[in-house]
Each structure stands twice: as structure tokens, then as C-alpha cells.
């Protein structure tokens, strides 16, 4: 069942942005204990956009990422998809994602989860300083990626060690395209939708 809020206390709402080109399990397993460590009522995936930041690279459409999101995700219920960024269009950039959803729920704290590795690029992010002022920024640690804190204001960032899973989309997709298994790495509906929709078989 659907967790629920006591009346009068607010709503603790967790936001884990991400590419989600595959979505896998670093990402469910750092969402998860993220929820629980901060006794959040709900985390909501929102896929981005095309990626500023990955404007280099081939991603997949929007509504592939979305659906994998969802797929990924449906069995729990503290987690949802949000299809604001996808349906914003254009580049993502976080602090919009954060004003928006502010703006939906009014009554919830926004806590904001991210790796160690996209921790470190905070301060090149639009509107950094408003950034902290939207939302609680929650730092996870990542196989291959050093957590800190350093640079970013006090009290606005609190850092989680969370199981360490060696997975990263881009790995995914390079397995798939040598014809590797992505089996475990990613949940089976995601392995089966990657196949039926023939994704990532010319990454790299
Ligand atoms: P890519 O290789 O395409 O960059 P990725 O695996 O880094 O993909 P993203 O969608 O870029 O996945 O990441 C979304 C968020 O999830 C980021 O904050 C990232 O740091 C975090 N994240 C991704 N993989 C892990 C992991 N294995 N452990 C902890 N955090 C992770
Ligand atoms: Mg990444």
C-alpha cells in the first residue's frame, strides 16, 4: 500500500534525475537507501531531456528512457516517474526540474539524490546557488568516484554511503552492443525491453 503523511508534518519527497539510457541497479540501489535513510515518503525518477551535458553522444528518444523508468520502477510503491523534463522539452536543467516540482508540491521538502560523480559537477549547474535553496542535495557513493562535499555551502548537501554497485548506463550499453549480458545489471523488464526494441545494438 501507499505510504501516507500524518497530517501536519510535510511531505519528504526525493528527486533522482538521471539519464536513465538504461535505467539500472546503482540507481534503484541508491534511491532505496536514500529513502530509507532519510525517512523519505516517495522518490520520483525524472528522466531528462536531451542532455546538455551529453550533447556529444547518441541518447536514446525520450519515451525509451521513460518506459524503461517506469518499467524499472513500477513494483514500488514509493517510487514514480515524472515525465516533466521530457515533456518541458529541450535541455534539462536541474534547477527547472526543481521549480517545478516545487511548484507541484508545495507542501513536500525536495530532497535531490545524486552520485558522487554528478555531486562534483553541482557548481557548473545553472542557478548553482538556487539550486540549494530549492531542495536538500543527498550525495551517494559510486564505485570509481571520490564522494565530497568540498566547495558546496554547509548544511545544503549531507553525503550517504549506499551498497556499491560497479554499473553504469554507459557500460550497459556497450555490453548490449558486443552482444554481453546486461542480465542482473538492470531489472529483467528492462533486459527484455532493450531487446524487443532493439536498443544500444550500435553503442560505442
Ligand atoms: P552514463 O554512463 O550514461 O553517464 P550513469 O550510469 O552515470 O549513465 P546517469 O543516468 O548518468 O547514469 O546517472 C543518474 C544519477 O545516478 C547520477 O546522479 C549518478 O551519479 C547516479 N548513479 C548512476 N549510477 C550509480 C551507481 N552505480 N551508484 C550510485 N549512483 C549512481
Ligand atoms: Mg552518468
Redesign the pocket.
Known amino acids: 500500500s501507499r505510504p501516507t503523511v500524518e497530517p501536519g508534518r510535510r511531505k519528504r519527497l526525493g528527486v533522482?534525475?538521471?539519464?536513465?539510457?538504461p535505467?539500472?541497479?546503482?540507481?534503484l540501489?541508491?534511491a532505496s537507501e536514500v529513502a530509507s535513510a532519510f525517512h523519505l515518503d516517495e522518490v520520483v525518477f525524472v528522466p531528462?531531456g536531451q542532455p546538455w551535458q551529453?550533447s556529444g553522444t547518441a541518447v536514446s528518444s525520450a519515451e525509451d528512457r521513460y518506459l524503461m523508468t517506469v518499467i524499472a520502477t513500477a513494483e514500488n510503491p514509493q517510487f514514480s516517474v515524472s515525465r516533466i523534463d521530457i515533456d518541458r522539452g529541450g535541455a534539462t536543467y536541474t534547477v527547472d526540474t526543481l521549480r517545478e516540482l516545487r511548484a507541484q508540491h508545495p507542501d513536500a521538502d525536495l530532497f535531490f539524490?545524486?552520485?558522487?560523480?554528478?555531486?562534483a559537477q553541482i557548481l557548473s549547474w545553472r542557478d548553482a546557488e538556487e539550486l540549494f535553496a530549492l531542495a536538500h542535495f543527498i550525495g551517494?557513493?559510486?564505485?570509481g568516484?571520490t564522494l565530497s562535499d568540498a566547495g558546496l555551502p554547509a548544511g545544503g548537501v549531507s553525503l550517504v554511503e549506499?551498497p556499491?554497485?560497479?554499473?553504469?548506463?554507459?557500460?550497459?550499453?556497450l555490453r548490449v552492443a558486443k552482444g554481453e549480458p546486461v542480465w542482473y545489471l538492470v531489472p529483467d523488464g528492462v533486459v527484455r525491453y532493450i531487446d524487443k526494441r532493439a536498443l544500444y545494438l550500435d553503442a560505442g
Open positions: 533522482m534525475g538521471g539519464t536513465f539510457d535505467i539500472h541497479h546503482g540507481h540501489v541508491a531528462t551529453k539524490i545524486t552520485g558522487a560523480d554528478a555531486l551517494c557513493t559510486r564505485p568516484h549506499v556499491a554497485l560497479a554499473i553504469s548506463s554507459t557500460d550497459c550499453r
